[in-house]
């Protein structure tokens, strides 16, 4: 099993720009997360799905939108690049609460 | 609403010596509670989580953390720190059950320094 896997693994966008950050599980998990992580913010989460076709917000969902048309796929839309959202993107897949990561996206947006 | 707050957001300890990170959370239901670690550019790797029964848990690399309802604590505890130790740790909280599976809200962090 390849687990969680996200690409890319570093972008640099510039301000106004749109992106999709990809993020694929084989493990068959119901849930997803898309989190963000910033220096003594631990993780945030932005958005999250309980199964295909079914998503919510998290903490902090502004400036992103997020799709679940299969169990394997959840993919992190941003509308349009700030630099606010410089950040480091960790999804997330579980079926029993317990969270198992990928090895994140890096975006710097300029 | 939950929270997490990990006191300290830096801990230094010597090869040998106890490591001691501590988590206190804050939730309105039966909590599920997680340790994860973060080496240096990588993603979050679990080390340990109590979801219900035994409150002392015992995860991978030594590590260990007790579940104190009382408190509203999750310490983790390894009783001989080695190098390999050095990272960034997180606790994070979950409800039990349900929707709450795709949630979770994290704490700070701590930065684990260990010097020969």
């Known amino acids: 099993n390849a687990g969680v896997t996200q690409t890319p693994k570093f972008q640099v966008l510039k301000t106004g720009q749109s992106m999709t950050l990809q993020c694929a599980q084989d493990m068959n998990h119901e849930y997803m997360s898309w989190y963000r992580q910033d220096p003594g913010m631990g993780l945030r989460l932005i958005h999250y799905?309980?199964?295909?076709?079914?998503?919510d917000q998290g903490e902090v969902p502004n400036g992103y939108n997020v799709s679940r048309s299969t169990t394997e796929d959840f993919p992190l839309r941003l509308l349009s690049a700030a630099p606010s959202q410089t950040s480091v993107y960790f999804c997330a897949s579980s079926w029993d609460g317990t969270q198992y990561f990928g090895p994140g996206t890096r975006l710097l947006v300029l | 609403a939950q929270s997490v707050t990990q006191l300290g957001s830096h801990v230094s300890v010597s090869e040998g010596a106890l490591v001691l990170l501590r988590c206190n959370y804050s939730?309105?239901?039966?909590?599920?509670l997680f340790w994860y670690v973060q080496y240096p550019n990588q993603g979050l790797q679990l080390l340990l989580k109590?979801?219900?029964?035994?409150?002392l848990v015992k995860g991978i690399n030594g590590f260990e953390a007790e579940f104190k309802k009382s408190e509203t604590s999750f310490h983790l505890t390894k009783p001989s720190a080695h190098m390999s130790d050095a990272a960034e740790y997180f606790c994070?909280?979950?409800?039990?059950?349900?929707?709450?599976?795709?949630?979770?809200?994290f704490g700070q962090g701590t930065i684990l320094t260990v010097h020969p």
């Open positions: 109590y979801t219900t029964g035994a409150t």
């Open positions: 994070a909280v979950s409800n039990a059950g349900g929707t709450s599976y795709g949630k979770l809200t």
């Open positions: 939730s309105s239901v039966p909590p599920y």
């Open positions: 799905s309980v199964g295909a076709g079914i998503t």
